[in-house]
């Protein structure tokens, strides 16, 4: 089956740094891929939709030069927490779908960022 | 896009049937219903999706009543490991997108 996955699973930076999480499709070309965020005991936050070869759309209230979103293949998309704050300390997840209009998404395994 | 709501919690027994049941009143004519998994620090795991009447798989089905309003999860004979939060999806086709709604947290006791 479709297999997603993340890197790292797990960092730990200092506030004011930039961090990069990778999302790969290793077994599908995924058209589009999606970033979400969680806290703990909460439900998945949206962040921002990717298309390859174009602009990521955010959700509202979400900032784009604070969460650089790049996909530029239809297997790799990454998310980029930039001057990260403690606050920004999270579960990130990427999912990743293929044409259609089902809308089938399959999720990486999460990212878990904590910001010192 | 339509918001889905869910028991915020279900108690079981190893063995049982459980139906979990999540509303979609605004569910539009091209969306698809997807049930996914989590477990604790891990990514969403997909269960089973459907458009209408009742999907079938090796783990679970999905009953679609023909208004389409609601879907029905149904977790044939569960064990302590299906303790997990458990999400329907609704996604919209013109948005290319889903929102996740709350879930519902599952606890299957011995």
């Known amino acids: 089956g479709a297999v997603v996955s993340q890197h790292p699973s797990r960092v730990i930076c200092k506030s004011g740094t930039s961090v990069k999480i990778e999302c790969r499709s290793l077994?599908?070309?995924?058209?589009?891929m999606f970033w979400y965020r969680q806290f703990p005991k909460k439900s998945l936050m949206l962040m921002a939709t990717?298309?390859?070869?174009?602009?990521?759309?955010?959700e509202q209230g979400v900032e784009k030069d604070k969460f650089l979103i790049n996909h530029a293949s239809l297997t790799l998309s990454t998310l980029t927490v930039t001057s990260a704050h403690p606050e920004d300390s999270s579960f990130y997840i990427c999912?990743?779908?293929?044409?259609?209009?089902?809308?089938?998404?399959?999720f990486g395994p999460g990212t878990r960022l904590t910001v010192l | 896009l339509a918001k889905t709501t869910q028991p915020i919690s279900m108690d079981s027994y190893e063995g049982q049937e459980v139906n979990i049941t999540c509303s979609h009143n605004?569910?539009?004519?091209?969306?698809?219903i997807t049930w996914y998994q989590q477990f604790p620090s891990q990514g969403p795991r997909f269960i089973i999706q459907?458009?209408?009447t009742k999907v079938t798989n090796e783990v679970a089905s999905l009953f679609i009543p023909a208004d389409r309003k609601s879907s029905t999860l149904s977790l044939p004979r569960v064990s302590l490991s299906d303790t997990a939060v458990y999400y329907c999806?609704?996604?919209?086709?013109?948005?290319?997108?889903?929102?996740f709604g709350d879930g519902t947290t599952l606890t299957v006791k011995p």
């Open positions: 077994d599908f070309q995924a058209t589009t």
């Open positions: 605004n569910i539009a004519t091209n969306d698809y």
């Open positions: 990717s298309n390859e070869g174009s602009k990521a759309t955010y």
């Open positions: 999806l609704v996604y919209n086709t013109n948005a290319g997108k889903s929102t």
């Open positions: 459907g458009y209408k």
């Open positions: 999912s990743a779908s293929a044409t259609s209009p089902r809308g089938e998404q399959f």
